[in-house]
């Protein structure tokens, strides 16, 4: 059996999900006949505390469609340097929505509040109107932005006249990780995307969850965006799976983050700050991994113990930990990390 670091992406559908994806009552979802998709969607809204939400493809679509609905073409949309949007999404902003970009310098995921009162622009002849502020919350680096800063950038931005929209693509790791409900950290937001898949288990899809003309107005958009889908309630089904029963164990995978990132701090050579480990995922650089061919020989030592990790990103790996390892896993990580940087220095 392979245990796989590389990403909480990798999980596989769980056999209730299967179960009921096979048993799934489903209708043309373009026509609104769903059952299943439209359960799911109720019931996703309803968990962030949102008038409705539409089923969504992936996390990127959800994003996209954000943008794509909140803000006409040729606006500005204030983010984070290093999230999600900026750094993965292929520049989809630019070609979907027809959006300018401003990322703001964010460490740890935080939107600095001054910066984004600047950034924000006054009507001016030459400068691009500012249609949205997006969060993302627990963020991509690992970190869980406070209630309160999101306070702060839902005040100012209402101040504004401007809505914020939350890349929630983990928010149920984000909730874990406050303490709070996941409907607290989505009222700091006008709209939200949250994942299925990843933590959760699912397959296929995300939800984007809004007010009610927003979803109306997205569910149109997706469609320009050829994302309406026919008998989606085969993915919803492992949806509402994920919804119901998963978000709950996402505290095991944080608790064995939190171990992983312990011991590890115990290895000569490795460096991390396990304070920094929020959720499940945890980076940690080991500066000898930035000489070249190093990186790759650590990758092997793993990959020839059947455990798959990502080459370093600048000499910080990350390793992600999910429904598919468990406390038996974590023993044979911590071994073989133990090996692996003892035979790297
Ligand atoms: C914070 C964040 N947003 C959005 C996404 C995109 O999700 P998807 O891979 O389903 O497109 C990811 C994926 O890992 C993510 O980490």
Known sequence: MMIDLRSD?????????????????????VY????????????????????????????????????????????????????????????????????????????????PLETVRRYIRKRDLHAPATSLVCLENAHSLGRVVSLADMDGIK????????????????IFN????????????AARTDSV????????????GSLLAGPEDFVREARYKRKIMGGGMRQAGILAAAG????????????????RAKKLAR???????VLLNPDETEINLVFFSFPQA????????????????NILINLPDEGVFRFATHHGIGDEEIEIILETCKAAFREAR
Do not use: Y
Not at 10 to 27: F, I
Not at 59 to 70: C, E, V
Not at 174 to 185: F, K, N, P, S, Y
Not at 290 to 305: L, N, Q, Y
């Open 9 to 29: 992406t990798v999980t596989q559908p769980t056999a209730e999900m299967r179960k009921v994806m096979a048993e799934a009552v489903v209708g043309d979802d």
């Open 32 to 111: 609104g006949d769903d059952p299943t998709v439209n359960e799911l969607e109720r019931l996703g809204a309803e968990l962030v505390g949102k008038e409705g939400a539409v089923f969504v493809p992936s996390g990127t679509f959800g994003n996209q469609l954000a943008l794509f609905t909140w803000c006409a073409r040729g606006t500005e949309v204030i983010l984070g340097n290093e999230c999600h949007i900026i750094q993965h999404e292929a520049g989809a902003a630019s070609v979907i929505a027809g959006v300018q970009t401003r990322p703001v310098p964010a460490p740890n995921g935080v939107l």
């Open 155 to 170: 005040a100012l931005a209402a101040g504004a006249g401007l809505p914020v929209h939350l890349d929630g693509a983990r």
């Open 174 to 185: 984000a909730a874990h990780a406050l303490g709070v409900d996941a409907r607290e950290i």
């Open 193 to 204: 995307m949250f994942c299925l898949s990843k933590g959760l288990c699912a397959p296929v």
């Open 240 to 255: 509402l799976v994920a919804l119901r029963d998963m978000t709950g164990r996402l505290a095991d995978d944080h608790r």
């Open 263 to 269: 011991a590890l701090t115990a290895i000569p050579g």
């Open 290 to 305: 930035e000489e070249s061919g190093e990186a790759k020989k650590i990758t092997e030592f793993f990959a020839e113990r």
